[in-house]
């Protein structure tokens, strides 16, 4: 069965697996980056690069302006992000 989440490349129980992995960890950041990277399909250049400043609460999107293409687009945030960091 594949999740119903933004990111349909991931099986239920990959993912899964992945989040229950994460939410163990020590550091409390590994869980909601994970959860975005999943999520959205960001690169890990475009988490690195990501600031607070590129985040609309209200819209519940992140302004990527400088990605691996040289282009800046928008990215939704999807209610599993946003219950991770109450954005």
């Excluded at 994460?22 to 590994?30: E, I, V």
């Excluded at 959860?35 to 590129?54: F, P, Q, Y």
């Amino acid at each position: 069965q594949l999740c119903t989440s933004s990111t349909e490349n991931y099986r239920w129980g990959d993912y899964t697996l992945t989040v229950d992995a994460c939410a163990g960890a020590r550091n409390p950041f590994l869980l909601p980056t994970v959860i975005l990277a999943m999520e959205t399909a960001m690169r890990r250049g475009e988490l690195i690069r990501l600031n607070w400043k590129h985040i609309n609460r209200k819209k519940r999107t992140v302004f990527l302006p400088d990605t691996n293409n040289g282009a800046s687009h928008g990215v939704p945030l999807y209610p599993t992000i946003v219950d991770q960091r109450e954005v």
